[in-house]
């Protein structure tokens, strides 16, 4: 019996974890490059186990436009490892553009956060209805680390946490996110050690949380209010998407996703073309009208797919000098 790793070549190793190893791999039934997740649950306790096992069930059937897609496991039992395939997030994560603007004395364009924020609540808008309905103790990670870019430069939702002990509702998500929105405006993280104490304390008081000067009040006061340590006068994601500040950028995405659906439809009808006109290519002379039909097909698909890749790859205009 063939394995199913057989599927998948391996191009190189990512990283190596305690547990296993990250690898970037080619999938032999259409040449597209993916990432897995090596898992050695040998050493793991059955509840250990079962909590990965959730973890990647879970995954597999969380599908956004802004989280990081699961689309299979392979359990190699012999080995006692577990194979989690996941898209590939070529571009890097939000640590590493931080860490850059940092490096660069260069702070982030308003507008770039605003998207970025935008993004993210709608990821997690459908991670918590999906969480809920499920029962299941996971709840987001939203450290830079953990928010991957892809290709086009949008934001990636990494794998969330599990604990079956806590359970986090949005509020609690918002104050993430909070967290994160600072540390994107201010390159610096909310809570760096002794910081805290004084931070907490302008908070507890009701002291504004100022950003740097390029940065509009309209920000400042949605993380003011995403950052009240009174959990139930924090906005929510629905109220965070339907604000004037991301009014904008949800416009923007649903216009984008209504595209990319336009766009999926009309290349579904060219294949479906394709087929039908290469059943009847052996039959036909040469310079046929439906030959050359084919043949422009074949060229519209390429340039589309060309088109589509070089979408938003400069990200150098998203910046500000210090």
Request: with cysteine; net charge positive; glycine share 4%.
């Amino acid at each position: 019996m063939t394995s199913p790793l057989g599927g998948y070549d391996v191009l190189y190793t990512i990283s190596v974890g305690s547990h296993g190893k990250c690898q970037k791999i080619r999938r032999k039934s259409d040449g597209r490059v993916v990432v897995w997740e090596e898992f050695c649950y040998a050493t793991l306790t059955d509840s250990e186990t079962q909590a990965l096992m959730s973890e990647v069930k879970f995954l597999k059937n969380l599908k956004h436009p802004n989280i990081v897609r699961c689309y299979d496991y392979i359990i190699d039992s012999i080995n006692t490892k577990l194979y989690i395939v996941m898209e590939d997030c070529m571009s890097g994560n939000l640590a590493n553009l931080i860490a850059s603007s940092t490096r660069g004395r260069l702070y982030l364009d308003e507008q770039l956060i605003v998207r970025i924020i935008t993004q993210l609540t709608s990821a997690l808008k459908k991670f918590h209805r999906m969480s809920e309905s499920r029962c299941n103790f996971f709840y987001p990670n939203l450290k830079p680390d953990n928010i991957f870019l892809d290709s086009e430069q949008n934001v990636k939702l990494g794998k969330p946490s599990y604990s079956p002990m806590l359970h986090q509702n949005d509020k609690c998500s918002i104050w993430s996110l909070g967290c994160l929105l600072y540390e994107l405006c201010t390159l610096c993280r909310f809570v760096p050690g002794p910081q805290q104490k004084v931070l907490t304390q302008n908070l507890a008081t009701g002291t504004f949380i100022r950003l740097p000067e390029q940065y509009s009040s309209e920000l400042s006061i949605m993380l003011h209010n995403m950052l009240n340590l009174t959990d139930y006068l924090r906005p929510s994601l629905e109220s965070l998407l339907q604000s004037n500040l991301l009014a904008k950028a949800v416009s923007e995405e649903a216009k984008k996703r209504q595209l990319l659906h336009q766009r999926r439809v009309a290349q579904v009808k060219m294949n479906k073309k394709v087929r039908l006109a290469r059943k009847n290519k052996e039959n036909l002379p040469p310079g046929d009208p439906q030959i050359v039909a084919l043949q422009n097909i074949a060229i519209k698909l390429q340039t589309n797919n060309q088109h589509e890749s070089q979408v938003e790859k400069d990200w150098n205009g998203s910046c500000l000098r210090l």
